[in-house]
């Protein structure tokens, strides 16, 4: 399957709770309010005229405050919440149903063969053992005992709990109990993945445990993942897109460092400025790019003025560095520390942690090349302009 296909794909979704959703759905379109929609009606928007798709291999984390209309969202994909207007399709195989006009067979089919979903408490049977819990939902498709329990225990061994496969859920820890409901998700062997708020019960060291681990699983398992968060950072840390919602609404849909860079709101403005930026931007969207700099009378490119660094090329290729009249030496930087005095050149990939740091050891711009061509330079504004949330751009 295509890692461009898209798994699934919303359109100008509402979500009303309620005995008159016809009603609200008018007052919406008159442009009133969540608040005032309640006050006449009853009805409580959940979800309004949302649009949003999402790849193959994809994390997109839902992100909000409480109320926000996130779950609400999450939580129609797998029949949960009714789809009062518009589209929500699903990718079934080859085929693309639409959950609005689909029957109840194709919604079981669907809930037992493409979704699973992963709670926020766990939802773990405790009269079964963790082996019985992993394996329930393929029992439930009717898989041979042998073939559920050997499927249960391979997922158990993933998430490293297959020393635990018989004991009871109250034996094990919140985070090791969430274990288990993502063994179970996987051993589903389902396309798409919900994630409803996973890890925000645990604490902040086990919570952040899992999200590594996840992120690891996600690189061998190419699931598609919905993910909901009220955490930013967390959104950020795991979120291959984010679409961040306020009031029933998505405002923005984007990858993690559009967010941190361009927020389109005060609203996402507001989260972005207590975020950490180091574990989100990288080399690529902080550069000052090749086409921004310029060329002094001898051909030199200059990638930081106020201090008289300078780069020349070779059919494109860097040749030589250094500052005012003096050449420095370069070295191509895989890993580590950078030389002091020494130019170090990446890629455009490199992390802002790294760069940093080789900015730190080496008291020297960071240079970018990518294919053998040189792509543009790191230097102190690039770094002090992204812990603002700022973009640099060169004079």
């Known amino acids: 399957m295509s ?9 100008n979704l509402d979500v009303v709770f309620g005995d008159q959703p016809e009603q609200a759905l008018a007052l919406l379109d008159q442009g009133l309010s969540r608040q005032e929609i309640i006050d006449q009606t009853g009805s409580v928007v959940g979800v309004h005229n949302a649009n949003i798709s999402v790849k193959q291999g ?43 006009t689909c029957d109840e067979n194709t919604m079981r089919h669907l809930r037992t063969n493409r979704i699973s979903m992963v709670f926020q408490k766990f939802a773990l049977m405790p009269w079964l053992t963790v082996l019985e819990n992993v394996a329930f939902g393929l029992e439930m498709k009717g898989i041979s005992k042998k073939a559920r329990q050997q ?11 297959a020393e635990w496969a018989h004991s009871k859920p109250h034996e094990l820890s919140g985070g090791m109990q ?6 179970r998700a996987f051993a589903m062997d ?7 708020e996973p890890f925000s019960a645990l604490d902040p060291l086990i919570r952040a445990q899992l999200q590594d681990e996840l ?31 306020e009031s029933a609404k998505i405002i923005q849909h984007d990858k993690p460092e559009d967010i941190v860079l361009n927020p389109k709101t005060s609203y996402v403005e507001d989260f972005v400025a207590h975020t950490n930026p180091l574990n989100v931007l990288g080399g690529r969207t902080l550069m000052t790019g090749k086409e921004l700099l310029s060329e002094d009378s001898s051909n030199r490119i200059i990638i930081d003025r106020s201090h008289e660094y300078w780069v020349t090329l070779d059919n494109g290729k860097i040749k030589e560095a250094g500052k005012g009249d003096q050449v420095l030496p370069i070295e191509d930087w895989q890993q580590g520390d950078g030389e002091k005095g020494k130019f170090a050149v990446a890629t455009p990939d490199i992390s802002m942690r790294d760069a940093i740091n080789l900015r730190y050891s080496s008291r020297l711009p960071v ?29």
Not at 373 to 389: E, H, I, P, R, T
């Open 3 to 11: 890692t461009e296909q898209n798994m699934i794909e919303i359109e």
């Open 215 to 245: 992120i690891e699983l996600q690189r061998k398992m190419k699931k598609t993942i919905l993910f909901v968060s009220h955490d930013l950072d967390e959104a950020l840390k795991i979120g291959s897109h984010i679409a961040i919602m």
């Open 151 to 161: 499927s249960a225990m391979e997922k158990l061994e993933m998430v490293g709990l």
């Open 367 to 395: 240079l970018l090349q990518e294919d053998g061509q040189f792509a543009g330079v790191l230097n102190d504004n690039n770094f002090y302009y992204a812990l603002l949330g700022k973009h640099f751009v060169a004079d």
């Open 178 to 183: 969430q274990r288990v409901g993502l063994a």
């Open 58 to 100: 994809e994390i997109c984390v839902l992100m909000g405050l409480s109320g926000s209309g996130k779950s609400s969202l999450l939580r129609t994909l797998n029949g949960l919440n009714p789809i009062s207007r518009g589209s929500l399709k699903v990718r079934d195989g080859d085929e693309i149903v639409d959950l609005v």
């Open 190 to 196: 389902t396309d798409i993945l919900l994630m409803d």
